[in-house]
T-cell receptor
């Protein structure tokens, strides 16, 4: 069964303390791995798409990397405003409908000053 | 970036009534829209895929007669929760993707439904 698993479930960091979030997947024939940020009571905000192993993308303090079995979201010198739930997702391509995504349960990140 | 809106943002209704939620892509044409449901501290669960001009495709376990989806134009999809019950209370989120990159979806702000 296709699966996307995120760890840790929750992460508390002090401002400036760098760390990484993990997303492992068992989706066969992966057609991209997606990272989103979600603030409480809001819809997810698109961050990155990674399509092939070895690919890296950066945005401000965030860098996403992809291997054949997992993806990491590295957070360098985080600030309190980086506090959010980070979700990763992989495509469900059963059938002819494109665009269906399977989301992991997310990592709730809290950065305290 | 692409903007997706939802209306209403919050709705409270009585058990047995129906509620309609609108999802609009404001600055691009979305051939496909998706409806998700999210319970507190849970991840997003895909409910259905909405294609403009055709019937929606529902995920396993989602009642199509309870969650009616209409995708009348390239910028509007609606989800109607019929005969709502307290267990339907949840956070409903839509997303829209374009033809070029259907997986790079942009999400609406969500609708908090509370059924009393």
């Amino acid at each position: 069964e296709d699966q996307v698993t995120q760890s840790p479930e929750a992460l508390r960091l002090q401002e400036g303390e760098s760390s990484s979030l993990n997303c492992s997947y068992t989706v066969s024939g992966l057609r991209g791995l997606f990272w989103y940020r979600q603030d409480p009571g809001k819809g997810p905000e698109f961050l990155f798409t990674l399509y092939s192993a070895g690919e890296e993308k950066e945005k401000e303090r965030l860098k996403a990397t992809l291997t054949k079995k997992e993806s990491f979201l590295h957070i360098t010198a985080p600030k309190p405003e980086d506090s959010a739930t980070y979700l990763c997702a992989a495509p469900l391509d059963r059938g002819s409908t494109l665009g269906r995504l399977y989301f992991g349960r997310g990592t709730q990140l809290t950065v305290w000053p | 970036g692409a903007v997706v809106s939802q209306h209403p943002s919050r709705v409270i209704c009585k058990s047995g009534t129906s509620v309609k939620i609108e999802c609009r892509s404001l600055d691009f044409q979305a051939t496909t829209m998706f409806w998700y449901r999210q319970f507190p501290k849970q991840s997003l669960m895909l409910m259905a895929t909405s294609n403009e001009g055709s019937k929606a495709t529902y995920e396993q376990g989602v009642e199509k007669d309870k969650f009616l989806i209409n995708h009348a134009s390239l910028t509007l999809s609606t989800l109607t929760v019929t005969s709502a019950h307290p267990e339907d209370s949840s956070f409903y989120i839509c997303s829209a993707g374009g033809e070029v990159a259907p997986y790079e979806q942009y999400f609406g702000p969500g609708t908090r439904l509370t059924v009393t």
